[in-house]
């Protein structure tokens, strides 16, 4: 009873009409404001005093430049000072006629004209000043001339701006305005948060039996609930909007909302009048559609796709808009129910999202992943455990030579290789990917760790082999324990702290700059060295550079690709090199498949390379028997004796 007095009070016209009259109070009030401030609202605060501190800036350079003038014209001044004067007060022009920030100057008065007029008068003597500062035996008298009188039209400017006191009113003039403006604002919260808090109530009064979304007028998940059988000629099709947490966070619920609407609009294109279109959530919906005749479904869900990806713009900002879709197939024989299928079509989903797809179906080869990936798990569970499996880890070594010496292994990167009874060959990504999402990733690190150190502690042991062994870091392997563990594992089974160097993907270096820069900190006061891995292929490639305290990148192959055929290319790859070379880091340009593109990256600077051209990934016996070929150079424990014609003799 109490509840339905609450909820009639709620919806009274005594309440909508209090609401209305608050409502209607805040818009006098601001159109009030709105006649008191309309000469005002062009400007902000901020702007004129930056326009003021502009102004003052501008006669400030001017003073400067007449000094080094005068200095000069005297015979004691540096011509090279004057352009440099010259330039800033030239830049000083451009910033308060084009600038935002210097808006309320221009605007006021005669300013702009006189501001234009100025400028070009002082453009005008750049020719007079290039010549006099190329000249053997300058001469500043025309300049010097010109500048007196172009002095007194800046200072003539400054006063009639300050003198009056004419920005100066105009700036109390705003903080009125502000003060005005900080009354209704704190007003119209105290309205907002009670109209606000009314519509919340009014919500939870009424929501239980709204089966229709207000925003869009699509049926909602109440609706879904209600559903007990779908017709098995219908396909279930699930699917989200990819960036509406994006959205959402940096535009706000109202942009989410037009968004919404529009997203909408594109699958209803690609749907008939008897299909039907469900929203259960903000940017997730359920799509119950017959395919149209003839029509597959992955032909169907592919128009879906593609209909949904397209550019959204709100303000001036322009959103890639795209969605990810899972479906279940219509039915013919042996139909799950409802629940089964609505179900299914998640499963679908979830897959297409962890795999980085845009869609994916309910089917056979779902089903095989699934099943494939339950097996891979468990596998790599007993494998890590000791027990019998029928998955097997391994670890292959592929060379990094010098470019000068194709002879010359300077080291190797450690590659990971995994090989099921049943499955046969796992990519060594996805295996990565399962160890990650299990939980299993410390142990994949500390695994390879020990297999390293195993089978290539003897190269340093007995060989005096020194060649770098570069070891891929996983994200669950950057913690607290990984400094441990490499002592413990690798530096303990005989490999020289010196010959370590750990390579980071920017996906794995994104967790945390301060966490992951401690950590290399730390490796790195033992001799152990840190690599940028796939360098270029994330959208912020540079400020990783910056920010991690690396010692090498890995230029990823992708820049190499067709370098022999297409200069630019090869010009760019050449940038990527001398930009390694000034920030003091070497450079391993991975992907040199042929002897061409082995030339150009020589000619382009390349020191240190890694491709198919040079060598395979290989077992560790046949690195080992590499290494002995009496032709193979490496680098040793102990420096080599300079002789007298060596380079570093001299």
Not at 36 to 53: C, M, P
Not at 64 to 85: I, Q, S
Not at 494 to 522: H, K, W, Y
Request: charged share 20%; hydrophobic share 45%; with cysteine.
């Amino acid at each position: 009873m109490i509840r339905k007095t609450v909820q009639k009070r709620l919806l009274s016209r005594r309440t909508f009409v209090f609401l209305f009259v608050v409502m209607l109070g805040l818009v006098g009030a601001s159109f009030y404001t709105y006649l008191q401030d309309r000469k005002l609202q062009s400007f902000s605060l901020a702007a004129v005093r930056v326009s003021s501190w502009s102004l003052a800036q501008l006669r400030q350079e001017a003073s400067t430049l007449d000094r080094e003038l005068a200095l000069a014209a005297a015979g004691v001044g540096d011509p090279d000072e004057v352009m440099l004067r010259y330039d800033v007060l030239w830049s000083r022009y451009d910033y308060l006629l084009k600038s935002d920030e210097s808006a309320p100057l221009r605007h006021y008065g005669d300013n702009e004209t006189r501001l234009m007029a100025l400028f070009a008068d002082y453009q005008a003597q750049e020719s007079t000043l290039l010549a006099a500062s190329a000249a053997a035996q300058p001469g500043w008298e025309p300049l010097v001339s010109f500048w007196a009188g172009h002095k007194a039209q800046i200072d003539r400017l400054v006063v009639d701006n300050f003198i009056g006191g004419k920005l100066g009113q105009l700036m109390i003039g705003l903080e009125a305005s502000r003060d005005r403006l900080s009354r209704l604002r704190l007003l119209t919260l105290a309205a907002i948060v009670i109209i606000f808090a009314y519509l919340a109530l009014a919500l939870l009064a009424s929501r239980k039996q709204a089966r229709i979304d207000r925003v869009t007028g699509l049926p909602n998940s109440n609706y879904l609930q209600s559903i007990r059988t779908v017709d098995p000629a219908r396909a279930i099709v699930v699917c989200e909007i990819l960036e509406f947490q994006l959205v959402l966070a940096e535009y706000g619920q109202r942009e989410v909302a037009e968004l919404s609407r529009a997203f909408i609009r594109q699958l209803w294109s690609q749907l008939g009048s008897t299909d039907e279109l469900v929203q259960v959530a903000q940017g997730a919906f359920v799509i119950l559609a017959v395919p149209a005749a003839g029509q597959e479904i992955e032909e169907m869900v592919g128009g879906l796709v593609a209909a949904t990806t397209f550019d959204w713009q709100i303000g001036d900002a322009v959103v890639r808009i795209s969605g990810v879709f899972g479906a279940d197939a219509p039915c013919v024989d042996n139909c799950p129910g409802w629940q089964s299928r609505y179900q299914q079509a998640h499963r679908a989903l979830a897959q297409a999202h962890l795999e980085g797809r845009s869609y994916y179906i309910n089917g056979a080869d779902l089903r095989r992943r699934i099943r494939q990936e339950t097996v891979i798990h468990s596998g790599l569970v007993r494998f890590f455990q000791g027990e019998p499996s029928g998955l097997r880890l391994t670890m292959v070594y592929q060379p990094i030579v010098s470019a000068d010496n194709i002879r010359h292994i300077t080291g190797a990167e450690v590659l990971l290789r995994c090989q099921d009874q049943d499955i046969g060959f796992v990519p060594p990504n996805r295996v990565v990917e399962i160890c990650e999402r299990y939980g299993l990733g410390e142990a994949l690190g500390r695994w390879i760790f020990r297999e390293v150190a195993r089978e290539t502690g003897q190269l340093y042991g007995g060989l005096g082999y020194h060649g770098t062994l570069s070891i891929n870091l996983n994200p669950a392997m950057l913690s607290g324990t990984l400094v441990g563990d490499v002592q413990a594992l690798l530096i303990g089974g005989g490999i020289p702290a010196t010959a370590l160097c750990m390579e980071i993907t920017e996906d794995n270096a994104a967790l945390s700059f301060e966490r992951v820069n401690e950590l290399i900190r730390q490796l790195q006061a033992l001799g152990v060295t840190f690599a940028l891995d796939d360098f270029g292929t994330g959208h912020s490639s540079l400020e990783y550079v910056r920010e991690l305290k690396v010692d090498r990148v890995k230029i990823d192959r992708c820049f190499v690709d067709g370098i022999e055929h297409n200069r630019d290319m090869a010009r760019f790859l050449g940038s990527i090199i001398a930009m390694a070379d000034q920030a003091y880091m070497k450079s391993v340009i991975e992907g040199v498949e042929n002897q061409a593109q082995w030339d150009l990256v020589r000619q382009l600077g390349g020191t240190l390379i890694q491709g198919y051209h040079a060598y395979r990934p290989m077992p560790f016996n046949d690195y080992m028997a590499l290494l002995l070929d009496p032709q193979t150079e490496y680098p040793t424990a102990a420096p080599l004796p300079v002789s007298a014609s060596h380079p570093l003799a001299r």
